[in-house]
């Protein structure tokens, strides 16, 4: 399967205890993106990363929450001291665009699903 | 103002109807549009891009109006396969980042 990759796919977690997800896009493709999705609502943008180089971050995101794609492949997501609002969907996608051209198109991984109690 | 505000239906119609989706987006630098489409569970699949001349997919048409700054997708006869939440996507590029942002969804039920 040479599609985007998310793990794991379920997380259930304790209020206050770190997380971290990991996405393996597109072996190609050398932007990666990370959105959060709840129910009834489209993706929230997160973070977008060009190679290794993290390019935009959305504004909402708190201190909590870090993503790092260290060699420009596979990237991860920590949120820390979670908290109930976090829980949501997860969604890592990838693309393949060249220079500074926004004609993109997304390729999303399955997600995955944390649940903070 | 959410950057980019769609009609949340749902929208409930019989099979072989039109219909008609509209999306507005706030930022005027804005450069690349696309609908994708996400069903029940699962992750957002790419329809379609828009072009500014606007474009056809078979039953699927799509609109641009950068004056007005709203996207348009017009579904013909309607099929029971078509029932899916419905996402405007714009792409603004600025230094050198981008960013890409969706709506809120739009849900389209189809009754046989």
């Known amino acids: 399967d040479t599609g985007v990759s998310q793990n794991p796919r379920h997380k259930i977690t304790k209020r206050g205890q770190n997380v971290t997800f990991r996405c393996d896009p597109i072996?190609?493709?050398?932007?990666l993106y990370w959105y959060r999705q709840t129910l009834g609502q489209g993706p929230e943008f997160l973070t977008y990363f060009q190679n290794e180089a993290q390019l935009e971050k959305s504004r909402l995101l708190s201190d909590r929450f870090s993503a790092e794609r260290p060699k420009g492949s596979f990237s991860t997501l920590e949120i820390q001291r979670t908290e109930q609002g976090d829980s949501a969907m997860y969604l890592c996608a990838s693309s393949l665009a060249l220079g500074y051209s926004t004609n993109e198109k997304l390729f999303f991984g399955s997600g995955t699903q944390l649940s903070v109690l | 103002r959410k950057e980019v505000e769609q009609d949340p239906g749902p929208f409930n119609v019989p099979e072989g109807a039109t219909v008609a989706f509209n999306c507005t987006y706030s930022?005027?630098?804005?450069?690349?549009f696309f609908w994708y489409r996400q069903d029940c569970r699962k992750e957002p699949k790419l329809l379609m891009s828009v072009y500014s001349s606007g474009n056809e997919d078979g039953r699927f048409t799509a609109q641009l109006n950068r004056a007005s700054q709203y996207i348009s997708l017009l579904i013909r006869d309607s099929k029971l396969s078509d029932s899916a939440t419905y996402l405007c996507v714009v792409n603004w590029a600025y230094s050198s980042a981008s960013k890409i942002i969706f709506g809120s969804g739009t849900r389209l039920s189809i009754r046989p």
């Open positions: 072996s190609e493709h050398n932007r």
């Open positions: 930022n005027s630098a804005s450069q690349s």
